[in-house]
């Protein structure tokens, strides 16, 4: 039930679902993002990426490549409930 007594409808009940879930995946992505520790400090970083370049790098290993994940995870998830909401709604 709704603030004035009423039932909650179906559509109302998807359109909450989907906000929900638009709402969770925004906070996961903005805090991946935050937690993630910076690719490059400055003209040092440039340099040495250039040598990584060459070298090759290792994968990520670790916190790193876990953020790294969940960012994308929550990033798809995001798009994918926005597009949701915008055609539901329409």
Same mark, same amino acid.
């Given at each position: &039930?709704?603030?004035?007594?009423?039932? $909650?409808?179906?559509? !109302? =009940?998807?359109?909450?679902?989907? *906000?929900?879930? @638009?709402?969770?995946?925004?906070? +996961?992505?903005?805090?991946? *993002? #935050?937690?993630? %520790?910076? =690719?490059?400090? +400055? &003209?040092?970083?440039?340099?040495?990426?250039?040598? !990584?370049? *060459?070298? +090759? =790098? %290792?994968?990520? =290993?670790? &916190?790193?490549?876990?953020?790294?994940?969940?960012? $994308?995870?929550?990033? *798809? @998830?995001?798009?994918?409930?926005? #597009?949701?909401?915008?055609?539901? @709604?329409?």
């Amino acid at each position: &039930m709704n603030i004035t007594g009423n039932m $909650i409808q179906g559509g !109302e =009940k998807m359109t909450i679902f989907i *906000v929900v879930i @638009l709402t969770i995946s925004s906070i +996961g992505l903005i805090a991946t *993002v #935050l937690l993630q %520790s910076g =690719k490059s400090a +400055g &003209m040092s970083g440039s340099i040495a990426g250039a040598g !990584e370049q *060459v070298f +090759g =790098k %290792s994968a990520a =290993k670790g &916190m790193e490549g876990l953020f790294s994940k969940l960012s $994308i995870l929550a990033a *798809v @998830l995001f798009l994918v409930s926005s #597009l949701a909401l915008c055609i539901y @709604l329409k």
